[in-house]
């Protein structure tokens, strides 16, 4: 006959087993997390920058581009297997330090082991929060950053 502590043994060994297991599946699962090297496209063709992406667990996405000054913050989804799409902001400041405007972009695409593309629509909103503009349409594709030894 099994006691209380015994049973209750038995359940955490069988909850890290399927823990585990999960994990393993998860992880060989194709998955857009990671850092990316992102070169938009303009016009069709490249833009004279690029920018680094990352989609963290959680659903965290933080990006920086050698374009402008600053990095953008902001959530992403996993769409189907191998689709995503996300929205961050990114806000700029004049010399005096204070907000100059606030710059959004939307995206949605596609990943495929190391490469990935998509399009993505930029607004770039003033300090009341009032659009400056017609938002901007691109495309881009991508690179996953990988892991290299030293």
Same mark, same amino acid.
């Given at each position: 006959?099994?006691?209380?502590?015994?049973?209750?043994?038995?359940?955490?060994?069988? @909850?890290?087993?399927?823990?585990? @297991?999960?994990?393993?599946?998860?992880?060989a699962a194709p998955t857009v997390r990671g850092a990316w090297l992102i070169q938009p496209k303009t016009s069709g063709a490249p833009a004279p920058f690029r920018a680094l992406a990352a989609f963290a667990a959680g659903g965290v %996405?933080?990006? @920086?581009?050698?374009?402008?000054?600053? @990095?953008?913050?902001?959530?992403?989804?996993?769409?189907?297997?191998?689709?995503?799409? %996300?929205?961050?902001?990114? %806000?700029?400041?004049?010399?005096?330090?204070?907000?100059?405007n606030t710059v959004k972009v939307r995206a949605a695409g596609t990943f495929k082991r190391t490469t990935l593309s998509g399009r993505a629509t930029l607004t770039t909103l003033g300090p009341s929060g009032n659009p400056l503009g017609p938002d901007r349409r691109f495309k881009f594709t991508g690179k996953r950053v990988a892991v290299e030894r030293p």
């Open positions: 006959m099994l006691n209380r502590r015994e049973v209750l043994a038995g359940l955490g060994v069988a @909850t890290v087993g399927s823990a585990v @297991t999960a994990g393993a599946a998860q992880a %996405f933080i990006t @920086t581009g050698q374009d402008e000054p600053g @990095t953008g913050i902001g959530e992403w989804t996993a769409s189907g297997a191998n689709g995503f799409a %996300f929205t961050y902001l990114n %806000f700029h400041f004049d010399s005096a330090g204070k907000l100059a």
